[in-house]
């Protein structure tokens, strides 16, 4: 049986209430982007678990290395400064 | 201090409870080890539609209808998170799936046990998804990201599963004596091979050792299929029924139900294409495959021409 029938693999991406943005849940196989939106919908959202779906072809995404991980991440790490609790603020100032 | 190698890093990982995610570096085994697991998992719940589909157009009211009908398209999307999480291993979808009618990959042997009468599928909710149930809740702790978070979505789905099977059980087992005696019968055939779901005993299983290192597996076989004994007998007691084990007892010490031998000759010939039902389930996949050829060819060429008259109009 021939494989070259297959379809390309989409990203789908499901926002679950108004106010939350769309969140990865998982991949499909679809021919075209209407048949991905509809192959998510029965595949991801069977109870309920979506208002909103995002699908990406997968190859269509470029993604971070995991081996630049230090170069890109761990710059942050030494940059104490960027956060509230580095400074020091008196008692009787209360929060701020 | 020298250098930690690829796999001592990988291990840490795994050893802080840290997951593996697609593009982290892994060994080969694990690879392999993962994708034969994962995709052994998608193909049972496929093949797991079969003999419970054959029930879809006989239920005995239309809310069993719904019901089961509902419970066999959870399965058919648990495949699909499974056959997504496989295939950020490397393996194509279409591959799996010609592995699966070729028996070059396995799926759980319970399916090949045929479902003659109503009462089967309150036991197979009840007992299969009931012990499919313990594994893949020990199963959401795997240390491969993308097949956990596949088991923590499937785990949400399951329990509906089992008590839509228990109730047909609990309806039977309480109505007239043809009924409890249908019930009956559903539960003596199959208690052994739903212990059986759980693979070789520890000692015989050749997986195990390295798939507990690298928290592919997260508890053994034995440990699996006690605890599902310990939670089912008393549900079997509820029902008034008895599990075909003469030798079944609760050891008041350790609190635990010691069960009798489990048949494991009948076991290997039901993996190795001897069971009831082996030819049938194969025949079914490969007709929806072969049959299903030319619909996948269709929609990928009208693709193409949509594609085409897109770029046409743009330019
Ligand atoms: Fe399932
Ligand atoms: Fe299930």
Redesign the interface.
Known sequence: ???N???P?WEVFLRTKKGLNHKHV????A??EE?AIENAR???T??NEGISIWVVESSHIH?S??SEQESLFDAANDKVYRHPTFYNIPDEVGHI | MGEISLEEKFQNTIDKESKIEPKDWMPDGYRKNLIRQISQHAHSEIIGMLPEGNWITRAPSLMRKVSLLAKVQDEAGHGLYLYSAMETLGLSRDESLEQLITGKAKYSSIFNYPTISWADIGAIGWLVDGAAIVNQVALQRTSYGPYARAMVKICKEESFHQRQGFEIMTNLAKGTKEQKEMAQNALNRFWWPSLMMFGPSDKDSTHSDQSLKWKIKRMTNDELRQEFVNKTIPQVEFLGLTVPDPDLKLNKKTGQYEFGAINWEEFYNVIKGRGPCNKERIAARTKAQKEGEWVKAAAKAYSAKKINRRNTKAA
Not at chain 1, 26 to 29: A, L, T, V
């Open positions: 049986m021939s494989t029938n297959e379809w693999l998982g991949s499909i196989h021919a075209d048949m029965d595949v991801y069977r109870r993604a290395s995991p």
